[in-house]
């Protein structure tokens, strides 16, 4: 309370904690805060992702066969960026559009990664989907290397590869039906 820290989402007091288990942190003094769930982390890596001029997406294979053998680099500036747009009942970190159309959503995690439920939602959808992993990292090493953004991140849904994916399983298919008409 000596500090006179307030909480940026809801305004509530908060109380520093600093103790010798635990890293330093600020707790509310009264009421749980339903804008407090997003971390300092979360938000810096959504802000910065939004920054960048380009990013190296991961490498992408399904079924152990590579569809790409290198990182390919999109550029962040050929695209229209936005954070937290409303997808039916999912809400991305952020949306990268081409000419009006969604074509990538980036999960940010930190300590909430994508379960079954919204990859569900994300396959449905159709838009390709990575998710950057930052449970092991803090903000000052964020702040002072954001290729920890590509370095971190992996696919969560890719359309082209699921795209090839059926493309493959129709291929043998029709090798299996030639193969028994003309056995």
């Given amino acids: 309370l000596k500090c006179g820290c307030v909480c940026a989402g809801c305004g509530g007091q908060l109380i520093a904690r600093k103790g010798d288990v635990k890293i330093h942190h600020f707790a509310h003094l009264n009421a749980e805060c339903k804008s407090a769930y997003e971390s300092a982390l979360h938000l810096l890596a959504k802000d910065l992702f939004c920054e960048l001029k ?25 695209f229209e960026v936005k954070k937290e747009v409303f997808f039916n009942s999912f809400k991305p970190d952020v949306v990268l559009y081409k000419n009006g159309t969604p074509v990538l959503f980036v999960e940010i995690a930190v300590t909430h990664f994508v379960d079954d439920e919204k990859y569900k939602k994300i396959a449905q959808l159709g838009i390709s989907c990575i998710e950057i992993d930052l449970s092991k990292q803090d903000t000052e090493s964020l702040l002072s290397d954001s290729r920890i953004l590509s370095r971190s991140s992996y696919w969560i849904y890719n359309r082209q590869g699921e795209r090839s994916k059926r493309t493959r399983k129709q291929s043998s298919i029709f ?8 056995s």
Avoid: C, G, Q, W
């Fill in 54 to 78: 380009d990013f190296r997406l991961p490498v992408y294979s399904a079924e152990n066969v590579p569809i790409s053998k290198t990182m390919p680099v999109i550029n962040i500036v050929d």
């Fill in 175 to 182: 090798k299996k039906i030639r193969n028994t008409r003309h």
